[in-house]
């Protein structure tokens, strides 16, 4: 089961990570205007004078989901443009020394990616 819940996120890693930031970009909005601008909530959002005592804990939270949102955005676009980059190498012997790196970075990749390291170990006679 975890496995599965696992290739799930992999495969849509560019969304959730997008989706993360978005969230954490939302959620720090509330807490800096909990914080500066209460009056703004309370008259144009209608929100309790409740909402505003979690304001801390909003800002707090918001930057932690925003910060690990674009960490993963980050990672993954790292990731992808290093592996194009190698990929488009026709040496063998350039490839070869980026193998185990080139693995690594794939291994936390969709499975496109993992098809086109495969695709070109096999072009380039790499065991």
Sequence with gaps: ???????????????FSIILTILGILI?????TGIWYQDFLINVFGLPTEFLSWSLYLLIAGFIVF??????????????????????????????KKHLELKNAVKHMPSKYQ???KEKEDELFIK
């Design 67 to 96: 910060l690990a949102g674009i960490w993963y955005l980050y990672t993954f676009l790292k990731n992808r443009k290093f592996i194009l980059y190698e990929l488009e190498t026709n040496k063998r012997s350039e490839l070869i």
């Design 115 to 117: 098809n086109m390291l």
């Design 28 to 32: 720090l909005f509330l807490g800096i």
């Design 1 to 15: 089961m975890a496995g599965k819940i696992t290739n799930f996120f992999r495969e849509t890693q560019l969304f």
